[in-house]
């Protein structure tokens, strides 16, 4: 029997998961999102400011792709779930009903209490609506502060610093992701950072925020004021469960799920940044908030909701991100810290840097961190299922191999060996 799915946030879970839905059934779709018409590539965000690419060339499909799939479109705010009634109900006063419906509603900025963090000119950076204000808030300012050393933070330094703003960078950590990056990974992007002339403030974070409308200045735990125009929050995000609280949907940290992404309301899913998994079998993460994640959350509940109940399983962790010029992936369980039952093996050049871990007893490969040079993910992925030893990824290492357009043979032979 047809049904009508609905699906709520056109980021990369909901529409994963509305193009699976679509390969594998004739459901009704409806996706509803009040950011943009279109889904576009998130992780893109950056480029448009710095003028590398424009919102179209962000966009993965032609605008006639979600006609020719019949795949409705839904620009609006949902406010209200009428769990018993099965209806949305969106801003506008319309009201769609569903007979199941998908929540992949995604994250939102932290914010943590700052005095003055609602001042003109502070921002957090997640969607289209915070680009379009990061670029009123930038225009003709002498100086911007990035509060947060995580990803979004070390891009929007990025951002400001390709239109020549100076950039202070605040990051509470010793050294730059020092929760996540072993100490050389860590040190190597701390390096990459001040290259660039980014002031960068390791051990310090923010105090307070001052202004009388808009910010004009910000002081740290140090009691050191930095006169600027501008402040980004970065700390973070946080599962945006707004939506499944007003209905009663359980949430917690997240909406809570099973391992089926079912919420505790029949016919209601969740998936992506805003779900958080209560089932053993998942793993110690809970809430999994990576772009990698959320497309697979979205090509898993697809098939529940198309008919065949598929349990998610995490498989092998992966992650890439980009430094500046360093680009980085890791894969498989590398702590920042040295394990005891753990052996690191680490190959380190200037700028570039291989660590392959290894189970102390068997010898078996555990995971990898690559700086600077890529890592073919299937083959990375292949070796730690298969309990490869570190002596048969050394001796194959050149299959991992993913030279880039712009890259010489010899070159890039020469930095992976």
């Not at 921002?123 to 609506?129: A, P, R, V």
């Not at 010898?363 to 030893?389: H, K, Y």
């Amino acid at each position: 029997m047809e049904k009508h799915i609905v699906i709520i946030g056109n980021g990369i879970t909901g529409i994963t998961a509305a193009r699976f839905i679509r390969k594998l059934s004739s459901h009704r779709i409806t996706v509803v999102s009040s950011e943009t018409d279109h889904f576009y590539a998130r992780t893109a965000l950056m480029y448009i400011y710095m003028g590398h690419m424009r919102f179209q060339e962000t966009k993965p499909y032609e605008d006639h792709f979600w006609a020719k799939n019949q795949i409705d479109l839904v620009r609006g705010y949902a406010h209200e779930i009428d769990t018993e009634s099965q209806i949305v109900r969106i801003a506008d006063g319309n009201d769609i009903a569903y007979d199941a419906l998908l929540l992949a509603t995604g994250s939102q900025s932290n914010k943590f209490g700052w005095p003055g963090q609602d001042l003109g000119g502070v921002q957090g950076l997640y969607g289209m609506q915070d680009l379009a204000l990061m670029e009123r808030n930038t225009q003709n300012i002498n100086r911007g502060v990035v509060v947060g050393g995580g990803l979004i933070g070390i891009e929007m330094a990025e951002m400001l610093h390709a239109r020549h703003i100076p950039v202070t960078f605040l990051v509470r950590e010793k050294s730059y992701m020092d929760y996540l990056l072993p100490k050389e990974e860590s040190q190597l992007i701390n390096q990459e950072i001040l290259d660039h002339g980014i002031d960068l403030r390791l051990d310090t974070e923010l105090k307070s925020i001052h202004g009388s409308h808009s910010v004009e200045a910000i002081e740290t735990n140090l009691n050191e004021r930095i006169d600027c125009q501008f402040v980004g929050l970065t700390a973070g995000v946080h599962s945006n469960i707004d939506l499944a609280k007003a209905s009663n949907i359980e949430t917690n940290r997240g909406i809570v799920v099973n391992e089926f992404f079912e919420t505790s309301i029949p016919n209601i899913y969740a998936a992506g940044d805003c779900a958080e998994f209560n089932a053993d079998g998942i793993g110690s993460r809970r809430i999994e908030q990576l772009w990698y994640t959320g497309r697979s959350h979205g090509k898993v509940v697809a098939n529940t909701l198309a008919g065949n109940r598929t349990p998610y399983r995490r498989g092998v962790f992966f992650n890439s991100a980009k430094f500046f010029t360093i680009e980085y992936q890791t894969y498989g369980e590398i702590s920042p810290n040295p394990q005891p039952n753990v052996r690191s093996h680490l190959f380190q050049s200037a700028r570039k840097i291989l660590r392959i871990n290894s189970d102390r007893a068997t010898g078996t490969v555990l995971g990898f961190n690559a700086m600077g040079l890529r890592l073919r993910q299937d083959q990375c992925e292949a070796w730690i299922r298969e309990n490869a030893s570190v002596a048969q990824v050394l001796a194959s290492l050149k299959k991992a191999r993913f030279d880039p357009e712009f890259y010489s043979h010899a070159v890039y032979h020469q930095a992976a060996a």
